[in-house]
C-alpha cells in the first residue's frame, strides 16, 4: 500500500493517515473501498496495531472512514477533504522542512524546484501504476 519511515520526526500513526489520504486522492483508494483490517495492515507495514488503529479511529473521526460492524472499515462514500487551511499549513511545514534540506545540501532554487516536480510525478505515477 504505502511505506512507513520510522527514522522520520513525523509519528507512525500520522504516517498512516497520510498513507491512506494520498491514496483516496490519486484514486487508488475509491469511495466505498474496503481498506486493510487494522491487524492485516499492522502486519504489512511491521507496527503495532494500535497505531493502526489509532490512525484510522483519527480518519473515522473526520470522515474520511467509515467502521460498519461486521463488515470492516471502509473509505467513506464522500470522504471529507482537508480544510484549505489545513492543507496549506501541512504543505507550509513540509517546504519548510524541504528547504532547509536543499539549503544544507547547497541545491540551488532551481534544483530544489526539479527534485520537487520529480518527486511529485513519481509518487503519482507509482500510486496509479499500484491500482
Known amino acids: 500500500m504505502f511505506d512507513i519511515n520510522p527514522a522520520t520526526s513525523s509519528p507512525i500513526f500520522q504516517q498512516i493517515e497520510e498513507g491512506i489520504l494520498r491514496m483516496i486522492a490519486l484514486g487508488v483508494l475509491e469511495p466505498g473501498a474496503s481498506v ?71 541545491a540551488s532554487l532551481d534544483d530544489a524546484i526539479d527534485a520537487v516536480e520529480t518527486s511529485f510525478n513519481r509518487v503519482v505515477r507509482e500510486h496509479r501504476r499500484n491500482r
Open 36 to 106: 486493510p483490517s487494522v491487524r492485516d495492515l499492522a502486519r504489512t507495514l511491521k507496527v503495532n496495531p494500535n497505531t493502526v488503529a489509532r490512525a484510522y479511529q483519527r480518519l473515522s473521526e473526520r470522515g474520511v472512514l467509515a467502521v460498519r460492524r461486521g463488515e470492516g472499515t471502509f473509505v467513506a462514500d464522500q470522504p471529507s477533504q482537508p480544510r484549505k487551511a489545513e492543507r496549506n499549513e501541512k504543505l507550509r511545514e513540509a517546504a519548510q522542512q524541504y528547504a532547509g534540506a536543499a539549503v544544507a545540501v547547497g
